[in-house]
């Protein structure tokens, strides 16, 4: 039971990446998925969470029209598009899973199920 995280890589500002979170052993679809990430120095921040069915996702201010996230259950992926990339986004990026009646969690300690983190780096 794992969740494996890739597409980071080092880009210029303005520029997009698509994260991918693959999930192995587990039926992705009993799982919400959300996005996380962690700055050095900083706390690690939610930028966003899809719920089960990919019909609901919730974004972090920051991230909010520059970010999206989907999901293909029949491929058990999930993804993080992020587009207009900026240098505060600098970041490790983690996907994490969580089964529950709300899919909508804000807080990492709710999340049961955590990828090893992508990282994604932005020059100015």
């Known amino acids: 039971v794992q969740l494996v995280e890739s597409g980071g890589g080092l880009v210029q500002a303005g520029a997009s990446l698509r994260l991918s979170c693959a999930a192995s052993?587990?039926?992705?679809?009993?799982?919400?998925i959300g996005w996380f990430r962690q700055a050095p120095g900083k706390e690690r921040e939610r930028v966003g969470a899809?719920?089960?069915?990919?019909?609901?996702?919730d974004y972090a201010d920051s991230v909010k029209g520059r970010f999206t996230i989907s999901r293909d259950n029949a491929k058990n992926l999930a993804y993080l598009q992020m587009n207009n990339l900026q240098p505060e986004d600098t970041a490790i990026y983690y996907c994490?899973?969580?089964?529950?009646?709300?899919?909508?969690?804000?807080?990492?300690?709710?999340?049961?199920?955590w990828g090893q983190g992508t990282q994604v780096t932005v020059s100015s």
């Open positions: 994490a899973a969580h089964v529950g009646s709300n899919w909508n969690r804000m807080h990492a300690y709710e999340y049961t199920l």
């Open positions: 052993g587990f039926p992705s679809e009993d799982y919400a």
């Open positions: 899809i719920s089960w069915t990919g019909g609901n996702t």
